[in-house]
């Protein structure tokens, strides 16, 4: 893959192509195992989607950002539009399509803040590559472009394309990705489950393999996210665990959207891949400490003094 030119010009913009749901969570004691049920304490219907969550991270650290995606003409599309622009996200390019309802997720958060996620896609699948063609201005001009796994692979094919800066994926949920796109990523961060599912693993049992299967992914820079243990930062020059600041946590829902938020956000600024990292394990950390996914990302003055 060609080098491309990560030096800080005019363009500091991050452009998120992604999902957008709304998140249906109910807190329970314990997670059901198959056929069983478990009643609720509470229920919340809150605005979340991996693109839109990680729109929102970047946005509230002072990022400036826009999103491309597809919610449905429905009042739930409404309440995601607002609460993206609510957290300055432009959202010009955010398509509202009648007939096709927006995306949800039933999201189950058991009493240590573990969570289990079931998502119908709705208009993020209906997101197309004349979408994508729409916003190549914003592409183009980018300084981070940053995409997930909730919507159709061919349009994150046309983004990279169109990217001259840095390109992050976060290959969540687990699906197979064309080989063309992985070739086109700059930055790859998937958790140990996605790792396994690219590197043909079943699991890892230290560090070392993770790194070895990072490395086998003949990616740049892979960071492999690790939940409470932080992050591990893999690439051609170096290898450095990252760990997280200690918090209470409460519900981990959207933590790693707060992750890669977060580390589009330092990038773009100029951080180095460490620093960015380091922001970026405690950007993940601060947002268990609240519940839900959009109103839990933390500041920029909330990162800057768990890091001091």
Avoid: W
């Avoid at 109910?26 to 059901?32: D, E, G, Q």
């Avoid at 043909?200 to 790194?211: A, C, M, Q, R, V």
């Avoid at 740049?220 to 918090?247: C, N, Q, R, Y």
Wanted: glycine share 10%; with cysteine; hydrophobic share 40%.
């Amino acid at each position: 893959m060609g080098k491309k030119n990560y030096s800080v010009g005019e363009s500091k913009k991050i452009v998120v192509v992604g999902s957008a749901n709304i998140d249906l969570v109910a807190s329970v004691n314990h997670l059901p195992v198959p056929g069983e049920t478990v009643l609720g304490s509470s229920f919340n219907k809150i605005p979340g989607g991996k693109g839109a969550n990680q729109a929102v991270a970047a946005s509230k650290l002072g990022g400036e950002v826009s999103f491309v995606g597809c919610v449905g003409s429905d009042q739930e599309g409404e309440i995601l539009r607002s609460s993206l622009e609510g957290a300055n996200v432009d959202c010009e390019f955010l398509t509202s399509l009648p007939e096709i309802p927006t995306g949800t997720a039933m999201i189950g958060v058991d009493a240590e803040g573990n969570n289990s996620i079931i998502v119908n896609s709705g208009a993020n699948g209906a997101l197309a590559q004349e979408h994508i063609i729409a916003a190549k201005g914003i592409l183009e001009s980018a300084k981070v472009i940053l995409m997930q796994l909730e919507i159709p692979t061919s349009c994150l094919e046309t983004a990279t394309e169109m990217a001259n800066r840095i390109t992050i994926l976060n290959p969540a949920p687990v699906v197979d990705i064309p080989k063309g796109l992985l070739g086109k990523v700059d930055v790859l961060v998937p958790n140990q489950i996605e790792l396994a599912h690219l590197s043909n693993k079943e699991s890892f049992n230290n560090l070392d393999e993770i790194e070895n299967a990072a490395k086998s992914l003949d990616i740049e820079t892979v960071i492999v996210t690790l939940g409470s243990k932080g992050a591990l930062l893999v690439s051609d020059s170096e290898t450095e665990l990252v760990s997280p600041p200690v918090v209470e946590s409460v519900d981990t829902t959207g933590a790693g959207d707060a992750f890669c938020g977060s580390l589009a956000d330092s990038l773009s600024r100029g951080l180095s891949f460490i620093e960015s990292v380091e922001q970026s394990v405690a950007a993940g950390a601060l947002s268990t400490t609240r519940r839900g996914a959009q109103i839990s990302m933390p500041t920029r003055s909330e990162v800057d003094s768990v890091l001091r």
